[in-house]
């Protein structure tokens, strides 16, 4: 249901912008956003963001640097990277859910959707 995609190689100091397009329709307290798990690490939270409003998370290892936005008509959440460092080199995870609130945003289980990775890799 989720559709990933914008991912690829950049030297450090640049930038990429992934985008993630959901098949159904996203209303009310639908919230997406990334997931990202570097090599042989966890996964980590980076960004999400609510349809209505357009509320907005971030880690604190993105915050300043990355920008998630969507396009409700689109049902398109996307994500801008600038400034990448070589530390942001993993496989971004697209998510969703209807029904979370806040103080879950940030919890990969809270999430019933999962699009397939999508790898970034920024080299020094």
């Known amino acids: 249901q989720l559709q990933a995609c914008g991912g690829g190689a950049v030297q450090a100091g640049g930038s990429l912008r992934l985008s993630c397009t959901s098949s159904r329709r996203t209303t009310g307290r639908w919230v997406m956003g990334w997931f990202r798990q570097p090599p042989g690490r966890e996964r980590e939270f980076a960004a999400a963001i609510n349809w209505n409003g357009g509320n907005t998370d971030y880690a604190d290892s993105v915050k300043g640097r990355f920008t998630i936005s969507r396009d409700t008509a689109k049902n398109t959440v996307y994500l801008q990277m600038n400034s990448l460092k070589p530390e942001d080199t993993a496989v971004y995870y697209c998510?969703?859910?209807?029904?979370?609130?806040?103080?879950?945003?940030?919890?990969?289980?809270?999430?019933?959707?999962w699009g397939q990775g999508t790898l970034v890799t920024v080299s020094s």
């Open positions: 998510v969703a859910d209807g029904t979370l609130i806040r103080s879950s945003w940030a919890m990969a289980t809270a999430y019933d959707y």
